[in-house]
């Protein structure tokens, strides 16, 4: 069992900045970052795995960036030049056993946190 706890959430005008953190208990190989809008379904948004493999959605590449610190167990996301539409809880989430990169979509990862608010004003 993983416990998986986000912190760095928060509000801030559209163009600024957030760093995320996410500490977990234990080893994982792959790290995730989601989040959620009221309404919305839970999208993806970048994975990393333990040798520092990433994947970024679209809606995100280039504007944020996903790190970590595995002597620690803490995964970041660096959130830069934030929109209203990035509004949302965000949710770290992890697993276990894998190799060759992070799989994608909510059903790979089996450890949730239970996510830090960002609000984004215009």
């Known amino acids: 069992q993983v416990q998986l706890v986000e912190s760095g959430g928060g509000s801030v005008q559209a163009g600024g900045s957030l760093r995320l953190s996410c500490v977990a208990s234990?080893?994982?190989?792959?790290m995730g970052w989601f989040r959620q809008a009221p309404g919305q379904e839970r999208e993806g948004l970048a994975y990393?795995?333990?040798?520092?493999?990433?994947i970024y959605t679209d809606s995100v590449k280039g504007r944020f960036t996903i790190s970590q610190d595995n002597a620690k167990n803490t995964g970041y996301l660096q959130m830069n030049s934030l929109k209203p539409e990035d509004t949302a809880i965000y949710y770290c989430?992890?697993?276990?056993?894998?190799?060759?990169?992070?799989?994608?979509?909510?059903?790979?990862?089996?450890?949730w946190g239970r996510g830090t608010q960002v609000a984004v004003s215009s």
């Open positions: 989430a992890a697993y276990v056993s894998g190799f060759g990169g992070c799989a994608r979509g909510l059903a790979a990862f089996r450890y």
């Open positions: 990393i795995s333990r040798d520092g493999r990433t």
């Open positions: 234990g080893y994982t190989y792959c």
